[in-house]
C-alpha cells in the first residue's frame, strides 16, 4: 500500500520558515515526480511545484519562487518543502503527491499525480 506522510507543518510568524518534510513508501520512489500542493480554507487546492526524479529540476508557481525550495532524498524516500519568508497568504494545508508525466512531458499536470499524503497544516501569523 503506497503511502506519502507529511510531517513539519504548525505556526510560522510573517517572514519566519518551516520545512515540510514528505515519506513516502513508494517501491521506485525514483521514477516519480513529486510535488507539493496546498489547499488554503475554502479555496481550492494549488500546485506549489515539484521536483524532477533526481533532484536536479525544480518547478514553482509564481508566488513562491524565491522563497520555497523543493528537494529530494531518494536513499531515505523523502521529499522537502523549504519554505522561507512566509506570508499568511501561505497559510493553509499543505499535501505532498507522487506523479508521473505523459510522454515528452517533464511535469504532470494535476490531474496526473496518482498518490497524496494526508496534509499538514501551515498557519502564518501576520
Known amino acids: 500500500q503506497v503511502q506519502l506522510v507529511e510531517s513539519g507543518g504548525g505556526l510560522a510568524q510573517t517572514g519566519g520558515s518551516l520545512t515540510l518534510s514528505c515519506a513516502a513508501s513508494?517501491?521506485?520512489?525514483?521514477?516519480?515526480?513529486m510535488g507539493w500542493f496546498r489547499q488554503a480554507p475554502g479555496g481550492e487546492r494549488e500546485f506549489v511545484g515539484a521536483?524532477?526524479?533526481?533532484?536536479?529540476?525544480?518547478t514553482y508557481v509564481d508566488s513562491v519562487k524565491g522563497r520555497f525550495t523543493i528537494s529530494r532524498d531518494n536513499a531515505k524516500n523523502m521529499v522537502f518543502l523549504q519554505m522561507n519568508n512566509l506570508k499568511p497568504a501561505d497559510t493553509a494545508v499543505y499535501y505532498c503527491?507522487?506523479?508521473?508525466?505523459?510522454?515528452?512531458?517533464?511535469?504532470?499536470?494535476?490531474?496526473?499525480?496518482?498518490?497524496w499524503g494526508q496534509g499538514t497544516q501551515v498557519t502564518v501569523s501576520s
Open positions: 503527491a507522487a506523479g508521473f508525466p505523459p510522454y515528452g512531458k517533464t511535469w504532470p499536470r494535476d490531474w496526473e499525480y496518482n498518490y
Open positions: 513508494l517501491s521506485t520512489f525514483s521514477s516519480w515526480i
Open positions: 521536483v524532477n526524479w533526481i533532484g536536479t529540476e525544480t
